[in-house]
């Protein structure tokens, strides 16, 4: 094929020379000639075993310098992503957390089966405002108020507020009610009804009068009976935002609401909530009697009523037996919806009193910062690097903003968990401060640190959570310079667009379901309420392939088999099914453009080898050097002669990755745009061979310098040339003949040697060392 190419150039040069009114012509179809020349020149070497294309040495030298550097941020990057998520694992103790709060959650709220109902005296079986109450006082009071042991026996006095044996709860239980305005409808066909916005609350007082309750008077509730207490610590408790202090320091019930969590909030709850809160709480060393006849005064004079916005009960309880002091947060809101009904949610925070959990915590959290810090040294000598050369262009690439994000979110996260130190001590103090004086004051004071605390650590705990996301997606990219995992890089990056194209097809389908089945499903079923639900629960369909088919067809018969008989055939089986063609395709495509890469094995062994003989390994900028003063190709012989001390390892490394390369035509073909120029180059080049070939015969061109016109003359040469040509033969037979003679009369015997196997690259030539087999 070389050979060829080379006639493809001699013949056009010749077809100028002969015709020049054609050299527009050869002009236009030069670049074709050079490409296929090109191409064929590729496919040549890319079939032998014995040359290398100098451009390809260079790229493959660039790519192992990169790899190399690569390779080098690839363990720090491992290890940084593997102590930071350690860490973060001991810090959280997420299993004791959950023995923790377990027994708690499934005593308010047992989880249900998928097609399991609620019980009545659960959290979920809370829809009215009678049954509201009968939660709080048939579960939610008994289980943190309840005087006594699981054995029945009543507890001693120091263990009153003892839940599950081993927890104590700390402070009050605490009830907090949220209420809207009471106002006549201002739409006409309402006007003689009263309406409740939620978006407007008030702090009137609110309750039935003293006389129309049980009691009879105010003074029945506040006025203590010998040996009792009173009913109440002061007049229109828990129906006044006030409360019994009228201090407005000490009627903060809740924890501040900063700016950027008030969009979060349910509706009505406002930044300044606390002004609008109506409190109410039930002491843990009370006799359970009491709690129930302060129970009872709230119920009896309707302290929920239809103007009640949200209700939340708190509680607070510390667990001593596992490995650091625990402080439980248990929260209940409900939210009564102006479309009749309660919507309620339950949450759980566990705030450890230490830092450190475990003592393996401070080893990892070293080893972390460590890991941080050496990120960062990297990461910011390249960038000084680029700066000094000024090229900080250069240093602005994907990989690195996602490296310094993660160095910069693994700074902040280290701030935040050491900044957290400082509510534990407010925590512990305010313990200390609730234990040495009981006082309403500091059980309240105790509840307002846990919510801050709890907020606070909500907080932290989403970030540590994401970044986590950040890290794993830097440990992603870093894969890349391990070249058969960069196949899975190269697919996802390959992917990108095709997919991104066809997301836009698959999208607003996904929606137009979506919509369809929350307008029809979205009034009876609450999985379809809501815009979001209704997606979550389409693409639960999508993914699983499962669905209540009793309670889609349950009203509409028709339209909701029609909406399925759609919705699964297009959505679930077909284009779900050509994203994973998608991916398949351009996966082998990408595979089969690698080839035969390094192993993660062969990897390590390299980077031994390059350690092992570092003092007679070539570095790649001699490499580089070196390879530019070759010919434009080179044989193994003189790869070695250039670089006479490079360890074998080395060189069969280069030679094995140029053949892989080499090799990519024959593996991935040529592009048809390619393919049609070269054949229409060799066409036309094939007619000047022609056109030539039919002129120089017309002008009786004989070679050798002979143009014989005459037809007789031509064929008198012709003979002549034919025995010139065969009196040259027989006397180059008559020579080798003397000469094989002459060697045996002087004794010498001739040695013939074998010529090397076809996939041993080592026998071109004497001295060669690289053994490197062909595909």
């Known amino acids: 094929m070389t050979a060829y190419s080379g006639t493809l150039k001699s013949t056009s040069s ?32 890319a079939n032998s075993d014995k040359l290398i294309d100098r451009e390809i040495l260079k790229e493959v030298i660039i790519e192992s ?135 407007d609350l008030t702090k ?116 001593y037996q596992l490995e650091v002091p625990r402080l439980q947060t248990v929260k209940i809101d409900f939210y009564f919806t102006r479309g009749g009904g309660i919507r309620s949610t339950i949450s759980f925070m566990a705030l450890a009193l230490d830092t450190f959990i475990y003592p393996a915590s401070y080893a990892f959290d070293i080893l972390f910062v460590l890991m941080l810090i050496a990120s960062a040294a990297m990461l910011s000598r390249d960038a000084f690097k680029a700066i000094s050369a000024r090229n900080f262009k250069s240093h602005i690439t994907f990989v690195n903003v996602v490296s310094w994000a993660s160095v910069l979110i693994g700074f902040f996260i280290v701030f935040l968990m050491v900044s957290t130190g400082q509510s534990r001590s407010d925590i512990r103090k305010s313990i200390a401060a609730f234990e040495g004086v009981a006082s309403e004051a500091n059980a ?66 996904f929606i137009a379901f979506a919509i369809a089945g929350m307008m029809m499903f979205g009034r009876r079923l609450q999985d379809w309420s809501t815009m979001p639900s209704a997606m979550s629960t389409c693409f639960k369909i999508s993914m699983e392939n499962e669905f209540r088919w009793r309670d889609l067809s349950s009203v509409d018969f028709f339209t909701s088999l029609l909406w399925v008989w759609v919705f699964v055939p297009l959505v679930v089986l077909l284009m779900l099914n050509m994203v994973l063609a998608i991916i398949m395709d351009i996966y082998q495509e990408v595979r089969r453009e690698a080839g035969n890469t390094m192993t993660i094995a062969a990897h ?105 016109p005459n037809p007789g003359e031509r064929e008198c040469v012709k003979d002549i040339l034919t025995s010139v040509a065969m009196q040259q033969h027989w006397m180059k037979l008559t020579q080798k003949a003397m000469s094989g003679l002459q060697n045996k009369i002087e004794g010498i015997e001739e040695e013939h040697h074998e010529s090397p196997h076809k996939g041993s690259p080592a026998g071109a030539a004497e001295g060669v060392q690289f053994k490197v087999g062909t595909e």
């Open 444 to 509: 309240y004071g105790l509840a307002a640190e846990a919510d801050k605390f709890a907020n606070y650590m909500q907080f932290v705990r989403v970030a540590i959570a994401d970044a986590h996301l950040l890290f794993m997606i830097r440990c992603f990219i870093s894969l890349k310079w391990q070249p058969r995992l960069a196949v899975v890089t190269r697919t996802i990056s390959k992917m990108s667009s095709d997919l991104t194209h066809f997301l836009i097809v698959l999208i607003p389908t």
């Open 204 to 319: 009137e007082p609110h309750g039935r009068a003293f006389e129309t309750m049980a009691g009879g008077s105010e003074a029945f509730y506040t006025t203590a009976v010998a040996p009792d207490v009173p009913i109440l610590n002061c007049a229109n408790e828990g129906f006044t935002v006030q409360g019994c202090n009228p201090d407005p320091a000490m009627t903060r019930r809740l924890a501040p609401l900063r700016d950027d969590l008030a969009p979060k909030m349910p509706p009505g709850v406002k930044k300044d909530a606390d002004k609008y809160t109506y409190s109410f709480s039930f002491a843990p060393n009370a006799t359970f009697a009491q709690t129930m006849q302060r129970f009872d005064y709230l119920k009896d004079r309707g302290w929920i009523d239809s103007q009640t916005t949200q209700v939340t009960l708190k509680a607070y309880y510390l667990n």
């Open 14 to 45: 010749y077809s100028v020379d002969f015709n020049p009114e054609r050299r527009k012509l050869e002009k236009d179809i030069a670049n074709h000639e050079k490409r296929a020349r090109s191409v064929l020149r590729q496919a040549a070497l």
């Open 65 to 199: 310098q990169q790899r190399w550097t690569g390779c080098l941020m690839l363990p720090v990057t491992i290890l940084f992503f593997t102590f930071y998520a350690v860490a973060a694992s001991l810090h959280e103790d997420v299993a004791a957390n959950h023995l923790l709060e377990a027994p708690v959650r499934d005593t308010l709220a047992p989880p249900l089966d998928k097609d399991e109902e609620p019980l009545p005296g659960t959290l979920q079986f809370v829809n009215t405002i009678p049954e509201a109450y009968d939660f709080i006082q048939g579960v939610f009071l008994p289980l943190f108020l309840s005087q006594q042991d699981e054995f029945g026996k009543p507890l001693e006095m120091k263990d009153l507020g003892t839940i599950f044996q081993y927890n104590q709860i700390k402070g009050l239980i605490i009830m907090e009610q949220q209420r809207s305005k009471k106002e006549k409808c201002k739409e006409k066909v309402a006007s003689n009804l009263w309406c409740y916005p939620q978006a």
């Open 604 to 708: 390590i062994k390299y980077l031994y080898m390059a350690f092992k003989y570092r003092a007679d390994w070539v570095s790649h900028d001699a490499l580089y050097t070196g390879v530019s003063d070759q010919p434009a190709t080179l044989s193994l012989l003189e790869l070695r002669q250039a670089f006479p001390s490079m360890p074998d390892f080395q060189g069969e490394y280069l030679v094995a990755e140029c053949f892989n390369k080499a090799r990519y035509m024959s593996r991935c073909g040529v592009d048809t745009s390619v393919t049609a120029g070269m054949v229409a180059a060799i066409h036309v080049s094939l007619e000047e061979m022609l056109n030539d070939i039919k002129t120089m015969k017309a002008r009786g061109w004989l070679g050798m310098g002979f143009e014989i």
